[in-house]
């Protein structure tokens, strides 16, 4: 299991809190902001707009909040502007890392990043010594209630790759620009899609051995998380269940 797939498994056994919910929805309302900002506030002709917003509705998140975020991005609204920055690092255990943020203080933020990382034996790398390997999917989850059968059945024409047991889900994989398309194919099936979005998986994933490691691993997820500049991370980590309850306690 990738480091992402991974971290979001994380949080969502850690249940979802009124604050991570908070923060979450800020962050999302920055990227509604700039994907309308970028290619106008349609989501039916502005393609980043409307994955946005599905990942948005997905979250919980209202729809005047996302009308709101919306029309600042457009101008109807007055509001921020922020620029979209991608670091690459490596966490302890030569974990790789990809960092993608939103920010109106490129310094801040280029500072928090970087102290992070040293805080916890990290360091940040050249631009392109992390980002090659990391290739952006379309992932849709369902319930593993649902047979794979069904879901193959359902979704296949529509632009299917792959389906990963994820043990309480399926991981449906596909090319970026058919996550709606498979989305649709399912729930036009009667098959309840939990969640459908796009992000960036590694073509290779390192195994962390050390339980010290492991815990720095993830305290910098957690930490990139707590920063709102921070929208998305994305790793190549494999720590086994047993290292991760250590690493976690």
């Not at 849709?140 to 632009?159: F, P």
């Not at 930490?223 to 250590?246: G, K, R």
Request: a negative charge; glycine letters at 8%; proline letters at 2%.
């Amino acid at each position: 299991m990738s480091g992402h797939s991974k971290w979001a498994t994380i949080k969502r056994k850690k249940g979802a809190l009124d604050k991570a919910r908070g923060k979450a929805f800020a962050k999302l309302a920055r990227q509604l902001e700039v994907a309308a900002r970028e290619g106008g506030g349609d989501p039916t002709s502005n393609a980043s707009l409307r994955t946005v917003v599905l990942k948005a509705k997905a979250a919980q998140m209202t729809n005047d909040a996302i009308d709101r975020a919306i029309k600042r991005g457009s101008g109807v609204q007055t509001g921020a502007s922020y620029e979209s920055i991608t670091y690459e690092a490596y966490a302890p255990g030569g974990v790789a890392m990809l960092i993608e943020c939103l920010t109106d203080n490129r310094n801040r933020t280029a500072s928090d990043v970087r102290s992070l990382f040293s805080k916890f034996g990290g360091a940040m790398a050249e631009p392109g010594a992390v980002g090659w390997q990391f290739t952006r999917r379309g992932i849709v989850n369902v319930s593993r209630e649902v047979s794979e059968d069904d879901v193959m059945s359902a979704a296949l024409d529509a632009g299917v790759d792959d389906i990963v047991d994820e043990s309480d889900s399926w991981r449906i994989l596909c090319e970026p620009t058919a996550v709606f398309d498979v989305k649709a194919a399912l729930e036009n099936s009667g098959i309840a899609v939990n969640s459908a979005s796009t992000t960036m998986l590694s073509s290779m994933s390192v195994q962390v051995q050390d339980a010290a490691d492991a815990k720095a691993v993830l305290r910098i997820m957690d930490e990139l998380e707590e920063n709102d500049d921070v929208q998305d991370v994305y790793s190549n980590f494999d720590i086994s269940e047993e290292l991760m309850a250590e690493a976690a306690s």
